[in-house]
């Protein structure tokens, strides 16, 4: 019985590990500002996160600010093309920039977009397959622990019986 309550609570930490995602929402208010309004799937509030805008031509930083406790900022939209980051610490989503109403002055390549967006990629599966090597981690430290008080108490009752 102890044996199915420890696999029950390694299934529960395990879902619980990957439970806390990051929603981002950038909308475009049509008079050359967006409004960004973050929070977590848990519905709590991303207070706090780090809020940059970056080139996606020079790689500067063109806005940088923690997001108030309303966790949404409004903010003119750069000229050049760009990147919205928004880094929460255990978690960083990164979304493509929305364009001003008259269009980017600079325009950056497409290979700079890709090249983002299979770094997230990356970062996402390696996440993955770090969270399923920890569950089967614990399922075989439980299975050699079970296995070994087992064996333990048969030796204890064959030196009993001697």
């Known amino acids: 019985m102890k044996f199915k309550n420890i696999i029950i609570f390694i299934v529960f930490i395990s879902i619980n590990l990957s439970a806390h995602t990051l929603l981002v929402d950038v909308i475009n208010n049509k008079n050359n500002t967006i409004t960004i309004k973050a929070q977590f799937d848990t519905k709590q509030k991303a207070s706090e996160a780090m809020l940059r805008l970056e080139s996606l031509i020079s790689g500067q930083i063109l806005y940088k600010k ?93 030196l009993k019986n001697k």
């Open 66 to 158: 923690r997001l108030p406790y309303e966790s949404q900022l409004t903010i003119d939209i750069p000229k050049e093309q760009y990147q919205i980051v928004l880094d929460a610490g255990e978690e960083q989503i990164v979304k493509e920039g929305i364009a001003p109403i008259e269009g980017f002055n600079k325009f950056g390549s497409k290979e700079v977009l890709e090249k983002l967006s299979k770094n997230k990629q990356d970062h996402d599966e390696l996440g993955n397959t770090l969270i399923i090597f920890l569950f089967i981690g614990f399922i075989l430290i439980i299975l050699t622990i079970y296995f070994s008080a087992k064996n333990t108490n048969k030796i204890l009752k064959e």
